[in-house]
């Protein structure tokens, strides 16, 4: 394989980590309550700016990262408890009003407390060397960044999967008046929910300062729609589909870039979007999901 | 959604006994909007007059976004791509020629030739505004709630991205300035009356009914004959060309248009006017964008001495969701107030 390819290779699937990182926990938001949250993708600014915090004081990285959780989980929790849950049962575009309403509040708070300027945001020396692999190089961030987030991952799957706060969480999504009526308490599932997907998020936006070296206080709102867009191909309301959806979208979007003359790099977003039209129009459910409800 | 509906459809010109028939009483009323205003521009600043037409300007857009989302029942975010569209259109259009030559150098020999007034350009740049839904719409209008929402998004982006990147045509970003001024109050006057009549007319017209029906319950409006596909392609169609000569009007009256002049955020302060005034309400939709655009405008200075850039759109956002919480149908509901249609339709009709 060529290092060229390699590279792309490589890039794309870090990309993807972070837009599967955002789209998981929109798609869990929206399986338990169907809403889409616009406000998701603001998760990962807040992450990237809690980080940046922790290292001005100097903590260690693994600290780091456990605050950044939590600092997620926190913000996630709380905007479901002020926000959405006197909207449980509305129509569902009011929650999504809402949601935008969120989305612009959390951006120009943080326009207002933080100044648009963009601040710089480095990873330690160690992290941002080159590896080479028998012939090849990749970027030590981007190979941290892939192998986290699989770990994360796995470790939600553990949760979703084998606890009994995940079987609280799958039969809430299934059918919310039932597991009430079973007595799960949906209000606490539902937090619960939020604040895995948003802690999820917050380690994005940890992983986006790292990948990209810059971050501001807007910086959240193209991985939200992209997570979106990445819902949509792995099919909204699945977690193994928002993944994968993630990952086809982070390597498609490199590849475009990549692959094809300079000229077209501009195109980059106008390419995403197209795609996005395009497999709500073939597929409305997702590539990968079987179940089909209203989109379309 | 409001229920209430079928009453207000009640809008007609007779009813005997009255002390003017209808079509004078709207009359009057324009005239005296149009006296004064007469007399607050002639006192007033440069900058007073522009706020003025900005807000007229945003009353139409208003109504023309209830007009899509609110009576049709859709959830489209797409006006500012159709506003975009509008105005490089129509600045490409009224550009002098000889400064085309050197600005836009991709452009075909016959743009390029062309010195157009402002009237024939914003009914150009509507049109095409119009042809962009349409092609936009066969695929998309086929979404419902948010998914429609996102995927008109998208078509922000994607506006943006054209705009950004076909340079010979549009100056990438950064954007067309120097447009000539020929856009002032009195167009946006003008044009706001002229949308708020058109929605009315249509709202309460069988096409209007149609489309409320399409809105409540679109099963049971296909079982009565209506042709919800077309109805909805309709409503996005006519809401697109709204937007875009607003666009265009909007170009020449700040002289200037870039990539990101009409952005996401344009899109929902749209929906906080629309949503506050009452989704569906045409004198609503009014109420609340002159009131959002006067409010914002207000809080400029305060923003600006304190450095809190960003608080107006913080309180723009936090009274939506109250609105949200205490009074989700907003001011006025879908319907229009009482006093009115009491005004347009004389007592008999309430």
């Known amino acids: 394989m060529s290092q060229y390819l390699f590279q792309q290779l490589i890039n794309g699937l870090a990309l993807g980590s972070l837009y599967a990182l955002v789209a998981i926990g929109f798609s869990m938001i929206y399986g338990i309550v169907r809403l889409i949250n616009f406000a998701h993708g603001d998760l990962v600014m807040i992450g990237a700016f809690a980080t940046l915090g922790m ?13 950044v959780l939590l600092v997620g989980a926190l913000a996630g929790a709380m905007i479901q408890t002020v926000v959405f849950r006197p909207m449980l049962g509305a129509p569902q575009v009011t929650g999504f009003i809402a949601s935008l309403a969120v989305s612009i509040t959390i951006q120009n708070s943080a326009l207002m407390l933080l100044s648009g300027q963009p601040r710089n945001f480095l990873f330690p020396e160690a992290m941002r060397q080159r590896v080479s692999l028998g012939g090849v190089s990749a970027s030590l961030t981007d190979l941290v960044i892939i192998g986290l987030t699989l770990t994360l991952i796995a470790i939600l799957f553990v949760i979703v999967y084998r606890t009994r706060l995940g079987r609280a969480m799958r039969a809430t999504a299934e059918n919310l008046m039932a597991a009430r009526l079973m007595g799960i308490g949906v209000n606490r599932t539902i937090v619960a929910a939020f604040a895995i997907g948003s802690a999820l998020a917050a380690v994005a936006g940890l992983f986006w300062g790292g990948k990209f070296g810059q971050i501001d206080p ?22 193994g589909g928002a993944m994968l959806g993630g990952y086809i979208l982070g390597l498609a979007e490199v590849l475009f870039v990549g692959l094809l003359p300079q000229a077209y790099a501009g195109y980059r977003d106008t390419f995403v979007f197209s795609l996005l039209i395009l497999i709500l129009l073939i597929k409305p459910s997702g590539l990968f999901v079987r179940h089909v409800e209203e989109r379309a | 959604m409001s229920k209430s509906a079928p009453e207000t459809i009640t809008m007609g010109t007779s009813g005997g ?11 009057l009323l324009i005239a005296a909007a149009t006296v004064a205003l007469w007399l607050v521009t002639a006192g007033s600043s440069a900058y007073l007059t522009t706020l003025i037409a900005v807000m007229f300007i945003n009353a139409a857009l208003a109504v023309s976004l209830t007009f899509t989302n609110g009576m049709t029942g859709m959830f489209s975010l797409g006006h500012p791509a159709f506003m975009t569209i509008g105005a490089y259109v129509a600045a490409i259009l009224t550009f002098p020629s000889r400064r085309k030559a050197s600005m836009l150098p991709d452009l075909p020999e016959f743009i390029a030739s062309l010195d157009l007034s402002l009237l024939p350009a914003t009914v150009i740049a509507g049109l095409a505004g119009a042809l962009v839904a349409l092609l936009v719409g066969l695929p998309v209008l086929r979404l419902r709630g948010h998914y429609l929402a996102v995927a ?20 990438g970003g950064a954007g067309l300035s120097g447009i000539p001024r020929l856009s002032n109050i009195w167009w946006a006057f003008g044009f706001m009356v002229l949308t708020v009549a058109a929605v009315w007319r249509i709202k309460f017209s069988s096409l209007g009914r149609a489309m409320m029906a399409t809105r409540e319950n679109d099963l049971a409006a296909e079982c009565t004959g ?26 020449h009256l700040i002289s200037v248009v870039t990539p990101r002049t009409y952005s996401i955020v344009l899109a929902f302060n749209l929906v906080v006017m629309i949503v506050i005034g009452g989704s569906g309400s045409i004198v609503g939709s009014v109420i609340a964008a002159f009131a959002i655009t006067i409010v914002s405008e207000l809080l400029r200075p305060v923003e600006e001495s304190f450095g809190l850039y960003g608080m107006s759109q913080v309180i723009v956002a936090l009274s939506l969701i109250l609105v949200l919480y205490l009074r989700p149908r907003g001011l006025c509901g879908s319907d229009e107030p009482a006093f009115v249609k009491h005004y347009l339709n004389g007592k008999k009709h309430l």
Not at chain 2, 236 to 242: D, E, N, Y
């Open chain 2, 226 to 251: 209506i042709d919800t596909v077309r109805i909805r392609m309709l409503a996005f169609v006519i809401g697109a060309f709204f937007a875009a000569v607003a666009g265009a009007l909007m170009a």
């Open chain 1, 55 to 67: 290292l001005f004081y100097g903590t260690p990285w693994p600290v780091t990262l456990l605050v």
């Open chain 1, 218 to 239: 807007l910086l959240g709102s193209v991985p939200g729609l992209k997570a979106f867009i990445a819902c949509v191909i792995g099919g909204v309301g699945s977690i």
């Open chain 2, 17 to 27: 006994g009255q002390w003017l028939a209808a079509p004078l009483r709207i009359a």
């Open chain 2, 152 to 171: 008109t998004l998208g078509l922000i982006v994607i506006v943006q991205g054209l705009a950004l990147n076909w340079n010979g045509i549009t100056r």
